[in-house]
């Protein structure tokens, strides 16, 4: 049985314009949160990103907007908590340090979870 080589999703070249709607860190019980609204190459997406004090409940989505309120966003790509870059227990963290949270803890996964929404839609 010959299978299809995997292929490496690749970043959105300079070309591709981005703009990001809004990039907001809230923190509630043990989770510390990040999302992000923003729209590519004429497609409006959202990233949600938990870190939680156990690492099992920490979640990182990308989603696409319908078009349709009725629908909603759709999931388009994940990445497990045991495979995420962002910390666990990142509202310990933030505490400890009185910080008001860093875009920095989100960065790996918010690149991961584009470059899988650039894959998925063909974005080149």
């Given at each position: 049985?010959?299978?299809p080589k995997a292929t490496k999703p690749k970043l959105p070249p300079s070309s591709i314009k981005e703009v990001v709607y809004s990039s907001v860190i809230s923190f509630k019980e043990n989770d510390v949160?990040?999302?992000?609204?923003f729209e590519m190459a004429g497609y409006?997406?959202?990233?949600?990103?938990?870190?939680?004090?156990?690492?099992?409940q920490c979640s990182a989505t990308i989603r696409?907007?319908?078009?349709?309120?009725?629908?909603?966003?759709t999931p388009l790509g994940s990445i497990n908590a045991g495979s995420m870059q962002t910390k666990d227990k990142l509202f310990v963290y933030n505490h400890q340090t009185n910080g008001k949270g860093d875009i920095?803890?989100?960065?790996?996964?918010?690149?991961?979870?584009k470059d899988q929404a650039c894959f998925i839609l063909g974005i080149k």
């Open positions: 049985m010959n299978l949160y990040y999302q992000e609204l409006r997406m959202r990233i949600d990103i938990r870190s939680n004090s156990y690492d099992f696409l907007w319908s078009g349709d309120s009725a629908v909603g966003w920095n803890w989100f960065v790996a996964d918010i690149k991961t979870l």
